[in-house]
């Protein structure tokens, strides 16, 4: 064999070493993955059931919580209820107890006098009262039904002529001239007794008027 071979086959053999402990370390490696993902499943397959009970215990944790925030919540309703309840009791008895007013309808009063005639002959007219007081209605009672007051006529007969006759004269007034000769008047009315509707009038006149000093003025020599 000669020397070139020898170096030549050296570095064969050496190549060949590297390669196959490449391929142990890979494999070791490898191996050691694997084995290591084997112990996180082995690991996490004895986590589980701690796990499970974690969840387990805080859904127990839950549920002791909610269970007494669901008692107090029903209590809270029971005693709404109870004091409801009691309310209404309450205001039955009141309903019960207190006695009612009885309805009080009113009824008319009698009827009170008639008043004066509005004429003494031809017809006039006269009115009277009631009150809705015998009872007076109460609150709730019914009011009197009809008419408080009452119209009726009066003197329906037909009225008597009556004539008019003259007052007496009144007083003679100041007389219009103080010598010569003037004129005073007077007057009377027709009101012994005023006429009535179909009476008659007084005849004559309401005024007199008459001569006054009829003597001769001073420095006149005639006379009127």
């Known amino acids: 064999m000669e020397f070139s071979d020898i170096n030549k086959k050296t570095c064969d053999d050496r190549d060949t070493n590297i390669y196959e402990n490449t391929k142990i370390t890979s494999a070791s490696l490898e191996n050691a ?8 499943e082995k690991e996490e397959g ?4 701690i796990r499970l009970g974690e969840k387990v215990n805080d859904r127990k944790s839950f549920r002791c919580e909610e269970i007494p925030t669901r008692i107090k919540y029903f209590i809270y309703i029971v005693l709404a209820l109870f004091i409801v309840l009691y309310m209404i009791v ?6 019960v107890a207190v006695p ?3 309805a009080i309808d009113g009824e008319w009063s009698n009827w009170g006098m008639w008043t004066t005639c509005s004429d003494s002959c031809g017809g006039g007219t006269k009115s009277r009262n009631r009150s809705c007081s015998n009872p007076t209605p109460s609150t709730n009672g019914k009011q009197c039904m009809g008419n408080f007051e009452q119209i009726g006529q009066c003197n329906k007969q037909l ?10 004269w009144g007083d003679w007034n100041t007389c ?3 010598c010569g000769g003037g004129i005073k008047s007077r007057n009377r009315s027709c009101s012994n007794p005023t ?3 179909n009476g008659k009038q007084c005849m004559g ?9 009829k003597q001769l003025c001073p420095g006149i020599g005639k006379y009127f």
Not at 90 to 95: C, E, G, T, V, Y
Request: proline share 4%; with cysteine.
């Open 195 to 197: 006429p009535s509707t």
């Open 159 to 168: 009225c008597l002529g009556i004539d008019g006759g003259w007052s007496n």
């Open 100 to 102: 009612k007013e009885q």
């Open 33 to 40: 993955e694997s084995s290591k993902s084997q112990q996180t």
């Open 46 to 49: 004895l986590y589980e059931p």
């Open 90 to 95: 309450i205001a039955l008895i009141i309903f």
């Open 205 to 213: 006149n309401f005024e007199q008027i008459g001569q006054c000093n």
């Open 176 to 178: 219009s001239d103080s």
